[in-house]
């Protein structure tokens, strides 16, 4: 069975940045980072498939990187100009067949514990 463990979440100033790690213990083919804030639903932040372009949520555009080193089986996000509306748990997610959504929650099987990142103004 495959687990993923996160780290990284930490408190920061607006405009500050982090680098989340998710290290996989198998070979999960699709990955993906998802948040979630205090009362609202959980929200697709980034995905990563084994040959297809990574995806990124529309609020996270081109401040955060998600990234894989597949000789360490770790995900990493590396989230930039962070803002405290980021501020929420942030859960890594796999699985081994995706057949939608790569933001639909659904999709995937196996997830980590959440690391919490909090970004103050």
């Known amino acids: 069975q495959v687990r993923l463990v996160e780290s990284g979440g930490d408190s920061v100033q607006a405009g500050g940045s982090l680098r989340l790690s998710c290290v996989a213990s198998?070979?999960?083919?699709?990955m993906a980072w998802f948040r979630q804030a205090p009362g609202q639903e959980r929200e697709g932040v980034a995905a990563?498939?084994?040959?297809?372009?990574?995806t990124y949520g529309e609020s996270v555009k081109g401040r955060f990187t998600i990234s894989k080193d597949w000789d360490k089986n770790t995900l990493y996000l590396t989230m930039n100009s962070l803002r405290p509306e980021d501020t929420a748990i942030y859960y890594c997610?796999?699985?081994?067949?995706?057949?939608?959504?790569?933001?639909?929650?659904?999709?995937?099987?196996?997830w980590g514990q959440g690391t919490q990142v909090t970004v103050a103004s």
């Open positions: 990563i498939r084994d040959t297809e372009p990574t």
């Open positions: 198998g070979y999960p083919l699709y």
């Open positions: 997610a796999a699985t081994f067949t995706l057949r939608g959504d790569s933001f639909d929650t659904n999709e995937y099987n196996i």
